[in-house]
Structure formats: structure tokens, C-alpha cells
């Protein structure tokens, strides 16, 4: 590196004496003084009040230039010199104590420090673009490697939108390679980013409850929902009666709107969410839509509504934002977690019911397709391992309610086929059905006892409960489901769960049915069943809940019913957007209030008559053959106050945070709980109770 010196500095003296030449006197030579001075005697003296020009300064009695050093140079005696260490970057060099630069820009660019960018205000023109310092055409622009041309500008191929069962790859939207799941048209449609506020104010030995809502029976919402709710607030106010707010009245903690996007001329309410599921590290939630007619099959769909909603929303369960939207080519209905692993829903589309692997990107692993039902699978539930089968390594079995609205479905045709409600048994490990018990008329529910040897369903349109004994057919040796109990119980009969100890069968009598579902919700009660095998009452009614005296005026329409971590009930009702939790210690000879209650029927849940005889509750046969015709009709009958310790309530608009939207009709409830380390897991019943 060269070294060049500083400002050159001309030394000059500003004080000039005249030597005498010869001896003083007369003879002595002329004195001259120079600028600055003046002759005092024979001696030059500086002019008092000195004042030197520009560019200088008084040095003594002499005016002497300015010394000015540049960037990166000091000054070191009359030199301006480079400052010591001076380190140029890459393409300049030290030039009188500065760095300046050597890169010969081209056309368009000037050199920034060590880089040549870009000239300020350069323009390319149409069908050219800017490649370094030049304007080239468009047509001749190659874009490099993961990079793609767009617009005249070459974009990372990230940024390019593939369709539906299409990947990025190379710039290109390819097909994607066929798995499972594109076999039968499941897919991910589109992704978010589910990055957010955590709306979990404690995540270390804390439980949460998650509920969804949806838009329809009643709902003043227009937008579906997710809550959040602190469960161990509600314990503390209901066994040590801290923190209770007015009538143990709890909202959520926090809620978010989920935005379902409905086409133009399709009504709300084909939208409406009727479940959710967490995934069993309790990271995500997944969130199930319906369109209403719920007991047609899927080619009625097609027909009915032609853009249905045909995929479910997975959700962010710290932030409640959207991460994908899965499409399986139809509605879906509910959601479980089967094995303790994966995801389950019933599909209302070719897919029918499924199971997908939330670790692995959603991964479709079974599926037990549409087309092998007798019908279409209404809803799905997971039997506890059956140890019964096989002590060492037990089974597990799907039991899928199959049927229609009075036993029929629509064909492509678009005939109406008889088709017998049942519900299909279905080994998991196989994916095969092992048995088909009848159920009657729109079977809805289903549930297991815990060892596996017993199972309940209920039909809407019979008002009926049925119980069946499981065991091993030694022949086949697949499962056997012999009918043991059928049991009347309240109008339209749908969610039921067990108590802890097994002993009551609690039914929700949601006045469930098609014409039913859609005029009315009159639902208000609950019937608890004798579910202990040694006692004298086995299968018998043992009495009526009412969560309202009188349906007519004040309907819940109870739509599930579930075993909390608590033991207790916890009840979910449509129609006065609520869920309850029930003290199931409380019982006629316990406690109980008994009083009457008053509810309504309505005459298509009969089946069809002969004559009067064959109709319950002293309805006649009408000319058509329906029981009581199209009249509804109104029963009073005993029953106990309903003994509720607590009520969760979906939020009013406005009267939670990030709640617009007016209150929605609840359905499912799930409870995930945070241990000392911060891990998380949803609490399963029969995994808690194995």
C-alpha cells in the first residue's frame, strides 16, 4: 500500500531583518521591514494587533498557513499523516490519510464503499429488468437455482402458490406423490401462520377445558368458536367455594372466532361447528364442521348444498390461531383421539371414517372407507383395549353408528333406500368389521364400559337405549355383540356417558330427529338409567333430571354428556348455550328435590303403526300409519331438580376479549392438563381410569 504525505506545508518567514552591510552611521545601509512589522530604532518590531490573513494563522511574530489534515490522518509536525492502524476495506485504498476507492463501477452504478450499487433513480423500461448495472430483457434473464422469474424479478420459489395436492419443487408445482390420504382426497388446502399471544396464563400444574361452538340451534353467533375455560377455578369455587363468581357462573378465559369462509347464497348455518378435538399432547386443536341434515349421506349432500364444507381447521391450542385447513372432500361431524395417538373423524365423503397422525404432519394412516358402511357413519367412538380378547396384547374397536333418518338414505339416483341403522364393530387393527348389531331408527351414540364387555347406543327415533353384552365368538373368533336391554327413555335420545363407578347410564334427551332438529328444542331433561349388573334394577329408569321445569318456555336441548378428571357430569346444552357440571352424588333418596317437569314430544320420533297399540304414551295410529299424526303433544312427568355445582357460559358479544360475535351453541369439551414440568396431555377416560 502506497503512503502518500499530507498537505504540503510552505514554510516561509514572516519577520525579514536587513542585515547592515557596512558600519553604523550615516553610512549604514537602508533598513526595510517586512509585512507585520514596522522600524522602531534599527530594529524591525511586530505591528501591534497582528491580524493575518485567510488560510493563516499568528505563529511568534509570523502569520503561517493552516494546517488541514484529511479523514483517517492526524497531524504530526507540519504533516498531515496517515492515523495510525488505518485499515482500507476490500477495492479502496489509502490515498493522502483517506480510503478511497479503485472498483471500476459500470453504467448505472457508483461505488458504495467496497460495492458498486445500483445509480439512485435508475429506471428500467417495460419488458426489461435491472440485472447489476445494466437494464436487460426480460426474455433473457435466468434465474438462479430456488429462485424463479416473476414480474421481471427473479423471487425465492417459496413464494410460489401450488393447488390443492401440488408441492413446490424447483420453481414447479408438481402432484404429489400418492399416499393414503390422496387416495381418498384428503389433503392440506392451505396453511397459516398460528404464531401468537399465549392466551395460558399458567402452564406449570394447571388444567384448561376447551369448548367448541358453533352457529345453529338457536345461536345468536354468527362465527363459529373456540373457548377456553380455567378448570381449576371451577374446582376451587365448587369444593372449597374460593373465587366463585354470581351463581357459580364461570366464562371463558379466553376466545377466538374462527372465520369460515361461506359462499355467496349458501345460508350460515351450513357451516356450523358441532365438535373439536385436542390432540393428546394438547398442542392442537381440531375443529369439525357440518352442514345441518346431518343424517343424509353424502351424495344427499351434493344435492342439498353443493359447496358444503368439506374440510376442518387445525388450530393453535396456545394462541387459538389457525394453522391448516384439512379437506376430506365432505363434512365432518366429530372428532376423538383413538389409540392414545392419533386423530379420528367421520367424513361425510368418500373418506368416510379416518385417523390421521398428529406428530407427522397430519399423515392419513387408516381408513375404513364410506362405501364398506350399509348406510352412512353418523359418529365414531373407541372401545378401551379389550382384554377379554386378548390379555397380553388387547384390541381396540371403532363402534360407528350407521343409519339415516327413519332408516333411509338417498342414492345417486336419487331414490330413497331402506337401509336398517346398526353400528359396525370395527377390529382397529384390521380396519375390518367383526359384527353389526341392529340399533333401530337414527342411531347416535355409543359407549363402552371400561373393561370393554359392554356397550350402549341410543336411536332418536325410537326414543330408545340399547345395551349389548361383548365377547369372543369362539367359531369366527371375532368380536360378538348379543342385544341384552332396551330401554324407553325421553324424546330423541343423544349423548350418553357412565358414572365412575359404572353404576348410572346418563342419557341426553335432546328432542333429536331431522323435522324435530330443525322446529324445535324443546329438550330439557335427563334420564339415568341403572347401569350396575347385580342390582335389582338393572337396565330400569332410575329417575329424570330436569334442567328446566318446562321445556316449552326455558329448552336446553342437552346434546353431549361426559365424565370430567372430577368425577362429576359434565352436560353440554345447545339451546341455552351452556354447559352444566352435575353432582352425580345427588340422587332421589340423596338429596334430591323432586318436583314436575314438563316436556314435549313430538309425533314423527314413533315409529309407524298398525293400529293404536303399537304407539307409546296413548298416542292412536293415525290414517297414515304415524303415531299421533303431526301432533306434538306434551307430557308431565316427576322429576329431580337438576343438582348443578357449576355453569360454564359461552360469552354475549363483546363480553369477553376478542368475542364479537354473539353466543353459540356448545358441543364438545375436552380437558388438557400442564404438569410440573410444563408438559402437557389431554385426559382421556379410559386411559385415566385403565
Known amino acids: 500500500m502506497r503512503r502518500k ?3 504540503g506545508l510552505a514554510v ?13 552611521g550615516d553610512d549604514a545601509a537602508e533598513v526595510t521591514c517586512g509585512g507585520g512589522t514596522r522600524l522602531e530604532g534599527d ?3 511586530p505591528v501591534e494587533g497582528l491580524t493575518c490573513g485567510d488560510g493563516t494563522h499568528l505563529d511568534g511574530e509570523t502569520c503561517a498557513p493552516d494546517v488541514t489534515c484529511g479523514s483517517g490522518t492526524s497531524q504530526d509536525g507540519d504533516e498531515c499523516l496517515p492515523t495510525e492502524g488505518l485499515t482500507c476495506g476490500d477495492g479502496t485504498d489509502e490515498e493522502d490519510g483517506a480510503c478511497v476507492g479503485t472498483l471500476a463501477c459500470g453504467s448505472g452504478t457508483s461505488q458504495d464503499g467496497d460495492e458498486c450499487l445500483p445509480t439512485e433513480g435508475l429506471t428500467c423500461g417495460d419488458g426489461t429488468v435491472q440485472e447489476g448495472d445494466e437494464c436487460l430483457p426480460e426474455s433473457i434473464v435466468e434465474c438462479g437455482e430456488g429462485t424463479h422469474l416473476e414480474g421481471g424479478s427473479c423471487l425465492p420459489d417459496s413464494l410460489l402458490a401450488c393447488g390443492a395436492q401440488t408441492h413446490e419443487e424447483a420453481g414447479q408445482c408438481l402432484p404429489d406423490p400418492e399416499t393414503l390420504g390422496s387416495q381418498w382426497g384428503i389433503y392440506t388446502a392451505e396453511t397459516f401462520d398460528s404464531s401468537g399471544d399465549d392466551v395460558l396464563p399458567d402452564t406449570t400444574d394447571h388444567t ?5 361452538t358453533g352457529i345453529s340451534f338457536g345461536a345468536t353467533a354468527t362465527k363459529n368458536g373456540v373457548h377456553v375455560f380455567d378448570y381449576d377455578a371451577v374446582q376451587d369455587c365448587i ?3 374460593d373465587g366463585c363468581p354470581a351463581d357459580n357462573e364461570f366464562l371463558p378465559i379466553a376466545s377466538a372466532e374462527v372465520d369460515t369462509p361461506i359462499p355467496e347464497g349458501t345460508a350460515s348455518t351450513n357451516w356450523s361447528s358441532h365438535a373439536l378435538a385436542v390432540s393428546p399432547d394438547g398442542q392442537w386443536i381440531y375443529q369439525a364442521f357440518l352442514v345441518p341434515y346431518s343424517r343424509y349421506s353424502f351424495v344427499d349432500y351434493s344435492a342439498r348444498f353443493p359447496q358444503p364444507a368439506t374440510w376442518f381447521y387445525k388450530i393453535n391450542a396456545r394462541t387459538l390461531l389457525p394453522e391448516k385447513r384439512i379437506d376430506c372432500g365432505g363434512p365432518t361431524h366429530h372428532m376423538n383421539i383413538v389409540n392414545d395417538r392419533y386423530m379420528m373423524t367421520e367424513c361425510y365423503s368418500e373418506a368416510g371414517v379416518f385417523f390421521w397422525d398428529p406428530e407427522n404432519d397430519d399423515e392419513v394412516v387408516k381408513v375404513f372407507p364410506y362405501g364398506k358402511f350399509e348406510g352412512y357413519p353418523y359418529l365414531a367412538f373407541e372401545s378401551p383395549p379389550m382384554e377379554f380378547i386378548n390379555a397380553d396384547d388387547p384390541p381396540r374397536y371403532l363402534a360407528v353408528t350407521v343409519s339415516s333418518h327413519n332408516n333411509t338414505v338417498t342414492n345417486a339416483a336419487g331414490e330413497t333406500e331402506e337401509v336398517p341403522g346398526y353400528v359396525a364393530l370395527i377390529n382397529e387393527d384390521t380396519m375390518k368389521q367383526e359384527a353389526a348389531p341392529a340399533i333401530g331408527p337414527f342411531g347416535i351414540w355409543a359407549r363402552f364400559s371400561r373393561d370393554g364387555s359392554r356397550l350402549w347406543t341410543t336411536s332418536a327415533d325410537d326414543d330408545t337405549v340399547r345395551r349389548y353384552d361383548l365377547s369372543l365368538n369362539a367359531q369366527t373368533n371375532q368380536l360378538k355383540a348379543t342385544l ?3 330401554i324407553e327413555v325421553g324424546p330423541g335420545p343423544y349423548g350418553l356417558e357412565l358414572n365412575a363407578d359404572e353404576t348410572m347410564l346418563y342419557v ?7 323435522r324435530a332438529g330443525q322446529t324445535s328444542v324443546h329438550g330439557s331433561t335427563v334420564t339415568v338409567i341403572d347401569a350396575d349388573a347385580g342390582s335389582d334394577t338393572y337396565d330400569g329408569i332410575l329417575f329424570t333430571i330436569g334442567l328446566s321445569m318446562d321445556a316449552a318456555t326455558e329448552p336446553h336441548r342437552p346434546d353431549h354428556m361426559y ?5 362429576r357430569m359434565w352436560q353440554c346444552s345447545n339451546a341455552n348455550q351452556s354447559c352444566q357440571v352435575i353432582d352425580p352424588d345427588v340422587t332421589p333418596s340423596n338429596g334430591g328435590v323432586m318436583t314436575e317437569c314438563t316436556r314435549i314430544r313430538t309425533a314423527h320420533e314413533f315409529p309407524a303403526c298398525a293400529s293404536d297399540a303399537d304407539c307409546p304414551l296413548g298416542l292412536a295410529c293415525d290414517a297414515n300409519g304415524k303415531c299421533g299424526g303431526t301432533n306434538a303433544i306434551q307430557e308431565t312427568i316427576e322429576c329431580m331438580e337438576a343438582p348443578i355445582l357449576a355453569t360454564l357460559r359461552l360469552p354475549d358479544a363483546d363480553e369477553v376479549p376478542g368475542w364479537t360475535v354473539g353466543r353459540g351453541d356448545p358441543h364438545s369439551v375436552v380437558w388438557v392438563h400442564y404438569d410440573a414440568n410444563g408438559d402437557a396431555r389431554v385426559i382421556q377416560d379410559f386411559v385415566r381410569h385403565e
Open 208 to 212: 384448561y377445558i376447551y369448548i367448541n
Open 484 to 486: 341384552a336391554a332396551e
Open 43 to 45: 530594529t524591525c518590531m
Open 12 to 24: 516561509w518567514a514572516g519577520l525579514a531583518l536587513a542585515l547592515p552591510l557596512a558600519g553604523c
Open 5 to 7: 504525505s499530507g498537505t
Open 563 to 567: 365424565l370430567g378428571p372430577d368425577d
Open 508 to 514: 341426553d334427551d335432546k328432542a333429536e330427529g331431522v
Open 239 to 241: 369444593d372449597d367455594g
